[in-house]
């Protein structure tokens, strides 16, 4: 049931945006390390407050799976922090009482992370028994992923599973009497004889990738199969189609048993298919579908269905146009529950809304309403009380219970009291719609000790607005609080919106997935300047992944911004054509109408490359980028410096699309908290440490103001 409630939210990035960046999907050769100590909750008393620093935010506890009990007493939740002293992370597995005034029960490490192929720690829920006694999650000893066992009251974990190979992924069967295992299959592909060799390209791999390419081969070969642990003998043994069909029933994969029999071939073939969740009686599915056909829509959605697994037609619930939202089966089997996506009002998505409806369809009914943002629900036997995470702009996420039956909502447990001793600056929303009447929105942090009447330097943070606690942006490498604490505006702009579904043989319509949210951002800077609170010739842009992508395009087609940060891979310049595999290629070509860069797409590819229009760029430009990246920037670097245009690249050792070592990501929010002092402040902080740094800033600086006389000379 987790993974059916908790995947959309995730997925809503991962999918939509699949084709934005060339992340590899190996896994980290080397990166953090593990520290066996486990996390804890500390005591902290009430001091006075101080900024936030990078370091605060660094150290933050974060949430990595939460889960009720069956009877509705307990919440299980998984914690990890980074430990910059030693470039690791730690874990910490605890049980809290539902019961008012309860503390949290630490039963030690959870153990290391299982980093998934954009160096995220992905949240995996914990699993209770029947009876609630006992907590299941997959944990590594050895080398190897087993599954482990914990008593709800304390003592030592017991490894419960026993296969050969790592176990991916598992749940408990209704009765609680046997796991479903996924379990890794040996690789079909010898290493050694690849490497003896010379290897025939196919087309099935991309080029950005840091990895030996004998291993990037023998991963890309790597199967699952599927086994049983019973676990009233501990005996284990292969799975039968049946037991497959019986347990293997939160799949997104087409070749599962469930959806041959739930669907028709050509539904399977044709359209998008997420999130299988089976009802309790096992007559139904619900499930999401994305939808990113213009044929079928102008606009991308994530639809919500109920269908019978003996098939018929789908039933439909419900249409997220912003964010794919998440959902449930109550325990009858007769209603569905699931949060609301607005579309119609962007205020209502910073709030939390649990919808009802019949599983038959029909008008649903309100069960939940409040401020603030609740996620990553879990439900427990009676489908009456909620575990949930609870955050909103300014507060992290702390462990939650909702209760549907009166609409209360409790936390639980507080996971970073040392932000009572901080001075956190307050968030306001701005909503605008740009020339062509697409709406946006983002959230205003103010600078600390914000003055009226004052104009400050602002800094606009992508590429999501979810209503979370407002940490980094989307791969967390710029500190917004601490931006705030050095007397920044931030603004915290959803530069995705509700996205088109491009027409074919319709570039003009293409190219607004770039100019709308651009458009957009300058109408929230005209808004916020009208407003007297920004300085608009000290404007600085950021982003990752999409956001990277939409500050590439704006620095080279616009004069909006006095200074960028790219978090590396966001150019889409004709080189990225190259590096893709043969199948994302063909994507590529589908959704973007982009094909070979040197046939009659190329005019196509000159409208929005930023480096094909590099010699417009007047924004000094940092890039942070990692080592399995970085060439996909090469040819936007390239070309500005040999513009002699104020540019400059660190390339991180170890890491994929998201940085995960503590002491690069501490590094990058220093860095960056650097240069826009430098740029929007003229400021530099006297470390001696940080000597060169501004040497070479001070260099770029030159290059920039002999940019500008060449461009004016130009001109007359």
Not at 23 to 52: C, R, W, Y
Not at 280 to 299: L, M
Not at 357 to 379: I, N
Not at 540 to 560: K, P, Q, R, W
Request: with cysteine; glycine share 8%; hydrophobic share 35%.
């Amino acid at each position: 049931m987790g993974n059916g409630m908790n995947h959309a939210r995730n997925a809503a990035l991962v999918c939509v945006l699949s084709l934005f960046f060339n992340h590899s999907a190996l896994a980290q050769l080397t990166g953090p390390g593990f520290d066996p100590t486990p996390v804890e909750i500390p005591n902290i008393p009430k001091t006075m407050p101080h900024p936030v620093t990078s370091m605060d935010l660094l150290k933050l506890r974060d949430l990595h799976g939460i889960q009720i009990s069956p009877d509705g007493k307990y919440v299980a939740f998984v914690l990890g922090q980074a430990t910059y002293e030693t470039n690791s992370y730690r874990s910490g597995l605890f049980v809290v009482s539902t019961e008012k005034g309860s503390k949290p029960v630490r039963l030690g490490t959870a153990g290391p992370p299982s980093w998934d192929s954009m160096n995220q720690w992905p949240s995996e829920n914990p699993q209770w028994s029947a009876d609630s006694k006992y907590i299941y999650r997959r944990r590594e000893n050895a080398g190897i992923w087993q599954v482990w066992k914990w008593n709800r009251e304390g003592g030592e974990p017991v490894q419960v599973t026993r296969a050969e190979r790592d176990v991916g992924s598992f749940n408990i069967n209704p009765e609680g009497t046997k796991l479903f295992m996924v379990v890794a299959k040996p690789s079909v592909s010898n290493k050694k004889q690849l490497a003896e060799h010379g290897i025939l390209f196919d087309g099935a791999i991309d080029t950005v990738s840091f990895e030996p390419i004998v291993d990037r081969i023998a991963q890309l070969t790597e199967e699952s199969e599927n086994w049983i642990h019973d676990l009233r003998d501990a005996s284990e043994h292969k799975a039968s189609s049946e037991e497959v069909a019986a347990y293997g029933t939160t799949e997104s994969d087409p070749s599962a048993p469930i959806f041959s029999k739930t669907f028709s071939k050509k539904e399977i073939e044709e359209q998008q298919i997420y999130g299988l969740v089976l009802s309790p009686d096992r007559k139904k599915v619900a499930f999401t579908r994305y939808v990113d056909d213009s044929s079928e829509s102008a606009w991308t959605s994530w639809r919500l269905f109920v269908k019978s697994v003996d098939g018929g037609a789908p039933v439909a619930i419900t249409l997220w146009a912003y964010y794919s939202g998440e959902y449930w089966w109550g325990p009858d089997s007769n209603a569905i529950y699931y949060t609301e996506d607005d579309h119609q009002d962007t205020g209502k998505l910073r709030k939390t809304r649990v919808m009802s409806a019949a599983a038959t369809g029909g008008k649903p009914h309100l069960v939940l309403e409040l401020p603030g943002f609740l996620h990553d629900y879990s439900a427990d036997r009676s489908g009456r009380l909620l575990g949930c995470i609870r955050e909103n702009d300014t507060t992290p996420p702390e462990v939650a219970v909702a209760d549907l039956s009166t609409g209360e909502v409790r936390t639980l447990v507080d996971l970073n009291p040392e932000f009572q001793n901080l001075q956190l600056s307050p968030a306001k929303q701005i909503d605008v719609s740009n020339k062509d009447g697409d709406r946006f929105w983002g959230h205003l942090v103010f600078p600390l000790g914000y003055q009226a009447g004052k104009r400050y330097p602002l800094i606009i943070t992508t590429y999501r607005d979810f209503g979370d606690f407002l940490r980094g942006g989307v791969g967390d490498e710029y500190p917004i609080q601490a931006f705030a604490a050095n007397g920044f505006a931030i603004l915290n702009f959803e530069a995705l919106g509700r996205l088109r579904n491009p027409k074919p043989n319709d570039f003009d319509s293409t190219v607004l997935f770039w100019q709308s949210p651009i458009d957009g951002m300058e109408t929230a800077l005209s808004k916020l300047d009208d407003m007297g609170i920004i300085d608009r010739s000290r404007i600085g842009i950021t982003g990752l992944s999409h956001g990277a992508d939409v500050l590439d395009y704006g620095i080279s087609h616009t004069d909006l911004f006095d200074a960028a940060i790219d978090s590396g891979d966001g150019s889409r310049d004709p080189l990225n054509f190259y590096l893709l595999s043969d199948g994302d290629r063909a994507a590529f070509s589908r959704l973007w109408d982009l094909d070979l860069p040197d046939s009659g797409a190329l005019t196509r590819w000159q409208r929005i490359s930023p480096a094909l229009n590099a010699h417009r760029i007047r924004t000094p430009l940092l890039i942070n980028t990692a080592d399995a990246e970085y060439i996909a920037d090469m040819q936007l670097i390239v070309t500005l410096r040999e513009l002699k245009k104020p540019v400059e690249m660190f390339i991180y050792a170890n890491e994929q699309h998201l940085k995960n070592q503590p002491m690069h990501r501490y590094e990058i929010y220093e860095r960056n908290l650097d240069w826009m002092k430098f740029w929007l402040m003229g400021e530099e902080d006297p470390a001696p440490e940080k000597a060169g740094q501004y040497v070479r800033w001070r260099a770029l600086r030159k290059l920039q103001e002999q940019d500008r006389e060449s461009a004016a000379g130009a001109a007359h």
